[in-house]
């Protein structure tokens, strides 16, 4: 069996680095419908965000224009979010695997399909500047690592691409995959790479900052 390179190509939190580098914070409604419209989403009607006149409250309390980014993201991009008290909220929120996660309560849980829908919800989080967490596998142990009470948690659930090089020498892997998910994948194809120990590990929080056995042979596994 031949072992994959440790770097894998477009892992982990892709879509959220290309977002944050090419779209900087909007600071006005005008400068968000730009940087959606940069993205090639279009909107019908007005954004359900209030005017920059009144978002001095977020200030005082940065918690309290998350319901507001809640439903400007469900306005923009429909189906990825879940509010709380829904089955499709419930049930993501039992996958964690520490019971501290668990018990946190986002305002709501967004769930991208596409690079684009990370995009746009970091753009809503960004300009009404509501705290947000990014959920991979779901595994830390600690409140706060891949949930966040009242704010607004990512889960990249539904990325799960996989997808090897003609060359065999690179594999993209979605940040929603655990790595049994990865390994099942390239066994079949005769690859193998360094990752988790532990198959049901999500593929993005170990990539940025976790510990594989191969890795002293073989080089970490990492985000690049």
Known sequence: MRLLPSLLGCLSYTACCIAAAEYSA????????????????????????????????????PLALCPTACKAVAYIKKNIVSLSG??????????????????????????????VDVAVALLVTEFLQCPFAVKSGGHAAFAGA????????????????????????????GPGNRWQDVY?????????VVGGRVGDIGVGGLTLGGEEDAAREFGMSKED
Do not use: F, M
């Not at 006005?28 to 965000?49: F, H, I, S």
């Not at 949930?147 to 065999?168: F, H, M, R, W």
């Not at 099942?184 to 193998?192: H, V």
């Open 146 to 173: 891949s949930n966040i009470q009242a704010g607004l948690t990512i889960d990249l659930v539904n990325l799960k691409q996989l997808e090897v090089s003609t060359d065999k020498t690179l594999t993209k892997v």
């Open 26 to 61: 909007p600071n006005t409604v005008n400068e968000l419908r730009d940087a959606l419209a940069n993205l090639q989403v279009e909107l019908v009607g007005n954004l359900p965000v209030p005017p920059v006149s009144q978002l001095h409250i977020k200030k005082t309390n």
């Open 86 to 115: 829904t089955p499709t909220y419930d049930q993501q929120q039992n996958q964690y695997w520490s019971l501290q996660q668990l018990e946190t309560l986002p305002a709501c849980r967004v769930t991208p399909k596409t690079a």
């Open 184 to 192: 099942n994948y390239l066994e079949r194809r005769e690859l193998s």
